[in-house]
């Protein structure tokens, strides 16, 4: 198992875990802040809903009786004051256990109050400061870091009946109060521990789920990892299987090609001895240097000697051909004179083209002058085609030696004549090795059928290449290509 993956991975899914901790951390927080608001406001809704309900409904009541509502009602034979009532109840409830507390403070308290309740910090002042500009507007504050607690104002507002006793009251600081106006701040206090230890109950259930999660992933990533190993490394095993049955092959083929070729060799060599005896020999016969014979004897030396010297070019044609094959054969470029090459190869033809009354033209298109190439191949490759036309043209043709610039820095030069052409489907036969056309007219030449494989190996060992166009009944124009440059 590969280390850095596994690093990786285990990175990755903790990175995701985390992120989902701390998502659910900011989750929680703010349903912590969202329940404390809710709690707190349905106690001061709750508080001032009763403060209300005892004002109507009590102390109007109470009054018509002859009961007057007083702050020190205990010893006076009255009852409480709504404001007195609704503060004893906030005691009541700070002391029932929930921790929520209620108080009531303003700026504009009674003498006896002046003391304790009233502004005592920071959050107070500003409770007052937001509430008598907006008294629709709660104002609240949390504090998580110290207290755990939401402290939660809203306006304490005067309403008609509120007023009237409050203008009236013999206790009252302040008596010119209307409907509408802030009396003072009514300030819950929710404690949040209690909602945080919850919430934490839940957080850390949900962490626990994220890291079993997390863990069957990086198991199941690691599973799969592992098997995909196992299956590269079957396939490895397989690839490599095949690749030295390849090599095997190849070094088989390798040796039966060089068995081949120091076959041919050495044939040829062997061949060529005897053979250059019966050449010399028989030349010495026709000429009659070991001796007068009759010219019948005579006519059969000739004979004896054209076929050695055949014999001698196809052994030649032969061991080249299996050189270029096994890829021994060293060419020796030099810049070519283009002119001088295709004077130099139509000689050998003036003989056979006057006894066939051909007409071999040149047809010099091309600007550049010289090619770079191995003299004797090239023109052992421009022989091979003009004598393939020679061959093949009927007696009183054409034939045409051509010369033309190319684009890419090569020199086509091509050999065309009007004989018989070549069938459309022989074509692609044409330049392999050991293959004679099958047609009349060719089977009346000799040949080892190695002429043009030749020319394609010449062609193609300078880089170039060589094709044919024809017209069955017209003629045909060999091309090749050569290089302009080293
Ligand atoms: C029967 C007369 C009476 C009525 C009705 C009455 N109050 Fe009061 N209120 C008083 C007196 C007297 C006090 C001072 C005693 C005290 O602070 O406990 C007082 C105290 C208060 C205080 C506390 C001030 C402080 O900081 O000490 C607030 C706030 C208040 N009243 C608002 C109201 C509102 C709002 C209403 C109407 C819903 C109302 N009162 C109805 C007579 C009345």
């Known amino acids: 198992m590969n280390y850095r993956a596994l690093i990786f991975i285990f990175i990755l899914f903790s990175s995701i875990a985390i992120g989902m901790v701390v998502h659910t951390k900011n989750l929680?927080?703010?349903?912590?802040?969202?329940s404390a608001l809710h709690y707190a406001k349905l106690y001061s809704d709750a508080l001032e809903e009763f403060r209300d309900l005892y004002t109507s409904e009590v102390v109007a009541v109470a009054e018509e009786h002859?009961?007057?509502a007083r702050h020190d009602y205990l010893n006076k034979k009255a009852i409480?004051?709504?404001a007195t009532l609704s503060i004893l109840l906030g005691k009541r409830i700070g002391e029932s256990g929930s921790g929520a507390t209620a108080s009531l403070y303003s700026p504009y308290p009674f003498p006896w109050r002046k003391k304790d309740e009233s502004f005592k910090d920071e959050f107070s002042k500003e409770a007052w400061a937001k509430l008598s500009k907006n008294p629709k507007e709660p104002y609240f504050k949390f504090d998580i870091k110290n207290n755990k607690a939401l402290r939660y104002a809203v306006a304490d507002q005067m309403r008609d009946?509120?007023?009237?006793?409050?203008?009236?009251?013999p206790d009252s600081p302040r008596t010119n109060w209307k409907a509408g106006d802030v009396r003072g701040v009514l300030e819950i206090k929710i404690p949040l521990d209690k909602i945080i230890a919850t919430t934490n109950n839940d957080l850390k259930k949900?962490?626990?789920?994220?890291?079993?999660?997390s863990i069957l992933g990086i198991v199941g990533v690691i599973?799969?990892?592992?098997?995909?190993?196992t299956y590269s490394k079957e396939l490895e095993k397989a690839i490599k299987i095949r690749t030295s049955q390849l090599e095997q092959e190849k070094i088989k083929v390798e040796r039966a090609n060089s068995a081949k070729s120091d076959f041919l060799a050495n044939m040829s060599h062997e061949l060529r001895t005897p053979l250059n005896a019966i050449i010399g020999f028989s030349e010495m016969m026709k000429m009659g240097l070991g001796g007068e014979i009759s010219d019948k004897h005579k006519e059969y030396a000739g004979d004896?000697?054209?076929?050695?010297?055949?014999?001698?070019?196809?052994?030649n044609e032969i061991l080249d051909h299996s050189k270029f094959e096994a890829g021994e054969m060293k060419l020796q470029c030099e810049d070519i004179n283009l002119p001088g090459l295709i004077e130099r190869s139509l000689i050998f033809f003036k003989e056979k083209a006057m006894k066939k009354q051909l007409t071999i033209s040149t047809d010099i298109e091309?600007?550049?002058?010289?090619?770079?190439?191995?003299?004797?191949?090239?023109?052992q490759l421009l022989i091979n085609l003009l004598s393939n036309a020679v061959k093949f043209s009927p007696d009183g043709g054409f034939i045409t030696l051509a010369t033309r610039d190319t684009e890419n820095g090569m020199v086509e030069i091509s050999v065309s004549d009007n004989g018989c052409g070549i069938k459309e489907e022989d074509i692609p036969k044409l330049f392999k090795s050991f293959k004679q056309l099958d047609s009349s007219n060719m089977k009346k030449e000799q040949g080892t059928g190695l002429g043009l494989a030749l020319c394609k190996n010449i062609a193609e060992a300078h880089g170039g290449k060589i094709w044919v166009e024809s017209d069955l009944g017209k003629g045909s124009k060999f091309i090749f290509t050569m290089p302009t440059k080293s």
């Open 28 to 34: 929680q927080e703010n349903v912590v802040k969202s």
């Open 66 to 68: 002859g009961l007057q």
């Open 80 to 82: 409480p004051l709504p």
């Open 161 to 169: 009946d509120c007023v009237s006793c409050h203008n009236n009251h």
């Open 206 to 213: 949900t962490i626990i789920i994220y890291v079993v999660l």
């Open 223 to 229: 599973i799969m990892i592992k098997k995909q190993k």
């Open 304 to 315: 004896i000697n054209d076929s050695g010297n055949h014999l001698l070019d196809l052994i």
């Open 366 to 379: 091309s600007k550049t002058e010289t090619c770079y190439a191995d003299d004797m191949r090239l023109k």
